[in-house]
């Protein structure tokens, strides 16, 4: 079992910065992917970058360029550094890890809203 703790969610102004951290626990070992999805109110949940445990990294294309993904394998942890945030970035953000036997884990969400 996996276990994963959010933090790093808030209040920003439009063209401002927050960085989200999530913490594994539990069986790390096994964790292979690690991912950042949000959903907006009305939304569905939508994948926001996702990172290998080589460090290999892919991006929404409403996110290139203004996120940056990465992870800390000692740590367990994976980060999501969001820049020039928008208030169409305002959403609940949660992170999701996926282990070598393709199962998948959610934390529990951290609110991110951008006021413009």
């Known amino acids: 079992q996996v276990q994963l703790v959010e933090s790093g969610g808030g209040l920003v102004q439009a063209g401002g910065s927050l960085r989200l951290s999530c913490a594994a626990s539990?069986?790390?070992?096994?964790?292979?992917?690690m991912a950042w999805y949000r959903q907006a109110p009305g939304k569905q949940r939508e994948l926001v970058a996702d990172i290998s445990r080589g460090h290999s990294a892919n991006y929404a294309d409403s996110v290139k360029g203004r996120f940056n993904i990465s992870r800390d394998n000692a740590k367990n942890t994976v980060y999501l550094q969001m820049n020039s945030l928008k208030p169409e970035d305002t959403a609940v953000y949660y992170c999701?890890?996926?282990?070598?036997?393709?199962?998948?884990?959610w934390g529990q969400g951290t609110q991110v809203t951008v006021s413009s």
């Open positions: 539990g069986s790390t070992g096994i964790i292979t992917r």
């Open positions: 999701n890890t996926e282990t070598i036997f393709r199962t998948a884990q």
